[in-house]
Each structure stands twice: as C-alpha cells, then as structure tokens.
C-alpha cells in the first residue's frame, strides 16, 4: 500500500487534490453541472489533470496514449473511443498476494521502462488516464502519481473521469481498441523517494504527525472485503474518504470546499500528514 506526505507529493488521485490544499487561491469554480471547459488554473496542481474538452479534441491523434484503469468487465462494456484498457494495477508489482512483501510497489525501473514502451508511451505524447472514479479506486491517479516518481511529466488525469465525460454527452464505446504500437523507448529517472512516506517513519512519528485513512468506512472500521491482509487502520488515523473531494459529476470541488474539509479534521496548511 502506497504512503505520502502532503510537502512531497501525492498519493492515487487523492494527493493529487489534496496538493491544492497546500495552496488554496481565493478563486472559486462553480459546483453546478457546466460545458464550458473548466479552469484548471485555480488549482495549484491543476497541470496534473487535463479537461474532458482537451481530450476530446485530441482523440485519433497519434501523440495521445489513452489509458483506461477501470476493472476490466467496466472497461469491456463501455470505454473512450481509443482507450486502452490496463486495469489497477499495471505498473506495480503483484507477485504473491497482498500483504506479502514488495506486492503492490512500483516495478522496477527496468519493468516499467518494458510496459511503457510496450503501450506506446514515450516522453512525448500525450499520456491520460482515467476511470469511473465513483466505480473503483482512483487507479488514474495511482498510476500518475507512479511514473511522477519516475520522472514523467507528460501524464495527465482525465478530470470528472467517465461520470464527467458522459454527462457531457462525449461518446463512449464497446468496441475493441487495436493493440497499440510500441514507442521507440522511454527515458526514466531514478525514483524519487520523497514521493512515499516508509512504514519506518509512519510508526516512528507515530502521535506526532496526521494520519489520514482514505479508505472506506467499513475499511477504516475492519472489513477486508476489498482484499485487505488485515482488517482495521493505523492507530490514531482519522477517516476521510478520498472521493469527498469531488462533486457529484465527478470534477473537483473548489480550493475553497477542499480547505474547509481539512479544517474539519484540524489539518492547517502549515501541517505535515500522511494518507495511505
């Protein structure tokens, strides 16, 4: 299970919101349904998402690699025209079961650089991901928040997801997409570890920083349905689903809603906190 601190990064999609906390404007966008392209720019870390209109524009481009992170039997029944479908987890590692040693972790530089290049992504499309954010666990972000590590920084997050491009009438499709072409390679960087917070200093600052579980309620309170090794949440976590930060339609409430969130929980912007 992926960990970070808010001054270093983000964690799934849920980081990625919570960056604008660390620096929430006085400008507002509006909750109610609209057409218009919504404007990024009122978010510190809006250049981590780009608009359903964007994305529209650019499907049939050969400098777009779409991405699809929703279970597989939601990705054969509807999809963007384009899409590929890759699942939660593509670019970690899943040997074993959950719980075991090294599952879930981030392939190593070298597997990475394979898959990407096997799904035709390079340094320079256009690369986006998204899912039906209300249907699964923000695999989108995980997956942004993961080559971040590796430094890419031609990823993008479909904001509203499927719930968003549908609503605004944009098609979707069963079709099957033809298996993509594999790029001419990919340049990674080393991983950078200040995107994670260890096990290690989770339990030694223990009582000292904020600990937020992004789960569930029922995961927070022990239920192992989605897959859990052990039931329950670290001690002295406090609950906050991560999907709070959205509006009905899917696309990002305003810094302000974010910010008066976080205060409920007694989380300052002058905090250190940790979501998992």
Request: charged letters at 25%.
């Given at each position: ?150 430094g890419m920084d031609n990823v993008k ?120």
């Open positions: 299970m992926g960990i970070s601190k808010k001054k270093r990064g983000f964690l799934l999609f849920l980081i990625l919101i919570l960056g604008l906390f660390s620096g929430c404007q006085t400008q507002t966008t509006k909750a109610a349904v609209r057409t218009e392209e919504i404007d990024l720019s009122v978010y510190p870390k809006g250049e981590y998402f780009i608009t359903a209109q964007e994305v529209k524009e650019l499907i049939g481009r050969d400098d777009l690699v779409l991405l699809d992170c929703n279970k597989p039997d939601l990705y054969e029944k509807e999809h963007i025209k384009g899409a590929i479908g890759i699942g939660f987890h593509a670019f970690s590692n899943k040997v074993g079961k959950p719980g075991d040693l090294g599952w879930g972790t981030l392939k190593s530089k070298e597997d990475l650089a394979d898959k990407l290049v096997e799904l035709g992504i390079d340094n320079q499309k256009t690369v986006v991901f998204y899912s039906n954010v209300f249907k699964g666990p923000g695999a989108d972000g995980r997956a942004v928040w993961q080559l971040s590590q590796a997050i479909l904001l509203g997801g499927t719930t968003y491009w549908k609503e605004l009438g944009y098609e979707m499709t069963s079709d099957l997409t033809e298996t993509p072409v594999a790029s001419d390679g990919v340049i990674l960087k080393d991983y950078d570890s200040s995107f994670c917070a260890s096990k290690e200093s989770i339990f030694n600052n223990l009582g000292q920083e904020f600990l937020l579980d992004v789960r569930t309620e029922k995961e927070y309170k022990g239920s192992q349905n989605a897959g859990e090794p052990r039931g329950g949440h670290i001690a002295g976590a406090d609950h906050l689903l991560w999907t709070d930060f959205l509006e009905e339609n899917g696309v990002l409430k305003s810094p302000q809603a974010i910010e008066s969130i976080m205060t409920s929980l007694n989380v300052s912007k002058d905090d250190d906190f940790t979501l998992y």
